[in-house]
């Protein structure tokens, strides 16, 4: 009995077997393990720079199930170049995590799904990162900039950055404040001369005190008073970036009373993330499904994040708790960093590839 010999592949088909492979196995490493993303702003400055690119881990929190099934492999909103979507909604599944080596856990450096950004399904919302300076329980209090979490002084990042008003005797050029490590996004001369806008660690800070051509510098911290745009509702609180809460992070479980202030406080979270057909707040009131709610607990974890760049930092503050559903993974290592303001040859900083974050 003869066989016909195998048929050899064409080098087209060889090219096309090859890159379905590279798609398919790209398209689970970045599911389920690592995803690559980048630093687009100044919000972590000085912990992590703009043109920081990292690794994130999936394995630390666990993996999750993709809530939008129907997408393009290796996309996110857009098909590459376009405007075009590259995903369908027409199938949305029900969120579920793969166990997980660690939870999130305070100071924990996280990329999240933007939580406001509705016009998206909750995993293709814009990837944000920032650090977990509070999980469930937690009460955050901020007082004359400074972070406290449950009644004590939290953790200060090494590099974390405030602004400050830096007066000068004569204007300063863009090579002053390089040798001082600020980078030319991070400063801005005052209209009339006397000085700058400063964002900057407090080292530098104190380096800058002892410049001959420094005659003042104060740290532009608010006072208390309200501000519009804070979460959950900065006017009526009197609440602003440097002058915050307290306020205590929900967790699963936990149940509260639905009085006026609980309603404040918390009745948009319950409205945006808790997963209710129908929820409506009225009169310092919650309702859901039409039924007046008087005590509620809560279906999921939340986190309070903030940028180590406390005065360029778009977080919690802003736009309020970031819900457990939300969470990407955990910022792992970094693998390449470029530097926006050197030339071609001096662009890589050589000193932060395969650094660690923390």
Known sequence: MSTSPKKKKSAAREWIDALVFAVVAASLIRWLLLEPFTIPTASMEKSLLVGDFLFVSKMHYGTRIPKTPLQVPLTHQKIWGTDIPSYSDAIQLPYYRLPGFTHVKRNDVVVFNYPVEFQFP?????????????????????????????????????????????????????????????????????????????????????????????????????????????????LTLGWNRDQYGPLTIPGKGVTIEMNEDNVLRYGTTIQNYEGHDQVDIRDGQLFIDGQKVDSYTFKQDYYFMMGDNRHDSLDSRYWGFVPEDHVVGKAWFLWLSLDEFESFFGKIRWNRIFKGIS
């Open 122 to 234: 909750n995993d293709l919302k814009t990837n944000y990162i920032k650090r977990a300076v509070g999980v469930p329980g937690d009460v955050i209090e901020i007082k004359n900039g400074d972070l406290y979490v449950n009644g004590e002084a939290a953790m200060k990042p090494e590099e974390m950055q405030y602004s400050y008003d830096v007066m000068t005797n004569r204007m300063l050029n863009a090579d002053f404040f390089t040798d001082y490590g600020i980078n030319p996004a991070s400063f801005m001369a005052f209209p009339d001369g006397s000085g700058y806008i400063v964002y900057a660690t407090d080292l530098v800070i104190d380096r800058l005190k002892e410049s001959p051509v420094v005659t003042e510098v104060r740290k532009r911290i608010m006072g208390p008073r309200g501000e519009n745009g804070i979460f959950p509702d900065g």
